[in-house]
C-alpha cells in the first residue's frame, strides 16, 4: 500500500478516514486523466479530419454520430456515482457524526489560529473549557484570552504550535481564528479544514498509528526523521511561510503523562507567579 500511495504522490495515512479520502483521490484523478486524453485526442481528430484542404466546402449538416453525445451522458454519470457513492457520504460523517468527549469519550481540543501561529487549547483534568475573553488577550503571557477564574477555567492549558494527541481515539478539534482565514492541515490524517473569522468548526478523526510508529515506517524514505506538521494551507499574510506547528501522536500512556506533566507545570507556574 505504501508503495501505490507513493506512485499517487500521496502520503501515507494514519487515520480511520483515510482509505475512503485516498480511494475518491485516486479515482477522480484517473477521471480527470481519462477527460484529459479524450478531449485532446478529439481536438487533434477533429484538427486533422475537418482541415481546409480536406474540407474546402463547409457542410452545414456537421457530424451525424452520436458518439460524443453518449461519452458526455457517461462522464455525467461516473461524476454522479464519485459525488453519490464516495464524496457525499464521507461529508456527510464528517459534518454529522461529530463526536464528543461525554458520549463518545473523544478527546476535545480547541485550536486557535492567528497570524503567524496555531494556539492548542486543552480543558485540564476537569474536562470543561473555561471561558475566553477578547479583554483578556495578551499575546506574551495569555494569547487565547483565558479567563481562569470562570468555571472549569483554573487547570486549562495551552500551548503554542505543540499539539499532542492519544492513538486510537477520536479527537475532536474545535477551530477558530483571532484574525483572518488560516486552514488548519494535517496531510497525513487526511484533514483540511478552513478556520474563518467568527466561526467554531468542529473538524474529528481519528489516529491510528503513533508518531514513533510513523518514524519507523518513513525509515527508508526521503522522510526520514520529519514528524508530523501542522500546516497552514492558506496564504494569511507575509508569515505564512512560517506558520506551522507539530502533531505528536502518543500512546494511550505517554499521553497522560504528558497531560500530567502540564497539570504539574501549570502548578508550579501559577505557585511562582503568586
Not at 455525467?76 to 463518545?104: C, K, Q
Not at 474545535?174 to 468548526?201: C, N, W, Y
Amino acid at each position: 500500500m505504501l508503495e501505490f500511495l507513493k506512485h499517487y504522490g500521496l502520503p501515507i495515512h494514519l487515520s480511520t478516514a483515510g482509505p475512503g479520502i485516498d480511494e475518491i483521490i485516486v479515482l477522480t484523478h484517473w477521471l480527470m486523466l481519462f477527460l484529459f486524453v479524450g478531449w485532446g485526442a478529439f481536438f487533434i481528430i477533429s484538427l486533422v479530419k475537418f482541415r481546409a484542404s480536406k474540407n474546402p466546402k463547409a457542410d452545414h449538416e456537421g457530424v451525424k454520430s452520436h458518439l460524443s453525445s453518449v461519452l458526455e451522458v457517461a462522464v455525467a454519470v461516473i461524476e454522479i456515482v464519485l459525488l453519490i457513492g464516495f464524496a457525499f457520504p464521507i461529508w456527510a460523517s464528517r459534518v454529522n457524526d461529530v463526536p464528543t468527549a461525554a458520549e463518545d469519550g473523544a478527546v476535545h481540543i480547541r485550536v486557535i489560529a492567528q497570524q503567524f501561529a496555531w494556539n492548542i487549547h486543552y480543558p485540564g483534568a476537569d474536562g470543561i473549557f473555561g471561558e475566553t475573553k477578547v479583554d483578556l488577550v495578551d499575546e506574551e503571557e495569555n494569547p487565547i484570552g483565558l479567563d481562569r477564574s470562570s468555571v472549569g477555567g483554573s487547570d486549562d492549558f495551552y500551548t503554542i504550535n505543540q499539539m499532542h494527541i492519544p492513538v486510537n481515539r477520536k479527537i475532536r478539534v474545535d477551530l477558530s481564528t483571532k484574525d483572518v482565514i488560516h486552514s488548519f492541515k494535517l496531510p497525513e490524517l487526511r484533514v483540511g479544514q478552513d478556520a474563518i473569522p467568527g466561526m467554531i468548526i468542529p473538524v474529528h478523526f481519528e489516529a491510528t498509528m503513533t508518531s514513533e510508529e510513523y518514524l519507523q515506517k518513513m525509515a527508508d524514505t526521503p522522510r526520514k526523521g520529519k514528524g508530523l506538521e501542522i500546516v497552514c494551507a492558506q496564504l494569511c499574510g507575509l508569515g505564512h511561510y512560517r506558520m506551522r506547528g507539530y502533531l505528536t501522536i502518543d500512546t494511550e500512556a505517554d499521553y497522560k503523562s504528558w497531560l500530567d506533566s502540564e497539570a504539574q507545570y501549570l502548578e508550579e507556574y501559577e505557585d511562582d507567579e503568586w
